[in-house]
């Protein structure tokens, strides 16, 4: 099946320190979203992409959607405890089954206060 | 504002055995999927429905049943608990037009 490369896999940082994560494929994407998911917990939205070079912030958050359709990355700046997480990307497949969005594998987000 | 709602959180299951994991939302999403997450793998689709009456299957449907009766719910049936169904799942839901999926809690599930 159609597969998002999200990476890095895990990643371990001093508070304070920017995060930056990006998911890749070979497919073209109509919309990509990022989410976070906390332990015991369903994902949750952050942001939601819908066009290429689409450039979003949320708080500390900012995530683009890639001018090839074929990437969007996610930064954190000055991360903080509670950014502690698992952090998935996922898109919609150009032509796809609508609303049937392929995941990454996520990257799980370590912070040391 | 309860959102998707599943039940239960967690469960232990013998090799076999059979349950249903509950999902309802109170949003009148048209949309409704089913997901299994295991440990560094992501979300996998499981089945999905467009509306009541309308079930479909996603990646990895073998060994799960599906039904719609109403907009509200979303149940899914394991008839014959198999190890390899030990995991995670996830209801999840969404309105027409919106790719933005809301997600229930999650149903921790072991099969020994």
């Known amino acids: 099946g159609q597969q998002l490369n999200q990476s890095p896999q895990s990643m371990f940082i001093q508070e304070g320190e920017d995060v930056s994560m990006n998911c890749t494929s070979s497919?073209?994407?109509?919309?990509w979203l990022w989410y976070k998911q906390e332990p015991g917990e369903g994902p949750v939205l952050l942001i939601a992409?819908?066009?290429?070079?689409e450039l979003t912030s949320n708080g500390r958050l900012t995530a683009q959607f890639g001018i090839t359709r074929k990437d969007s990355f996610l930064n954190i700046s000055a991360s903080i405890p509670s950014d502690v997480g698992i952090y998935f990307c996922?898109?919609?497949?150009?032509?796809?089954?609508?609303?049937?969005?392929?995941f990454g594998k996520g990257t799980k987000l370590s912070v040391k206060p | 504002n309860a959102g998707v709602t599943q039940t239960p959180k967690f469960r232990i299951l013998k090799i076999g055995q059979s349950m249903t994991l509950q999902c309802a939302q109170d949003?009148?999403?048209?949309?409704m999927y089913w997901y299994r997450q295991d440990p560094g793998m992501g979300l996998k689709l499981i089945y999905y429905?467009?509306?009541?009456?309308?079930?479909d299957k996603g990646e990895v449907p073998n060994g799960y049943n599906v039904s719609r009766s109403t907009t509200e719910d979303f149940p899914l049936r394991l008839e014959l608990a198999a190890p390899s169904q030990t995991s995670v799942y996830f209801c999840?839901?969404?309105?027409?037009?919106?790719?933005?999926?809301?997600f229930g809690s999650g149903t921790q599930l072991s099969v020994l």
């Open positions: 999840a839901s969404r309105g027409r037009g919106g790719e933005k999926l809301f």
């Open positions: 497919s073209i994407f109509n919309t």
């Open positions: 992409l819908y066009k290429a070079g």
């Open positions: 996922a898109g919609q497949l150009y032509g796809g089954s609508q609303g049937n969005l392929i």
């Open positions: 949003m009148n999403h048209n949309y």
């Open positions: 429905s467009v509306g009541a009456g309308i079930t």
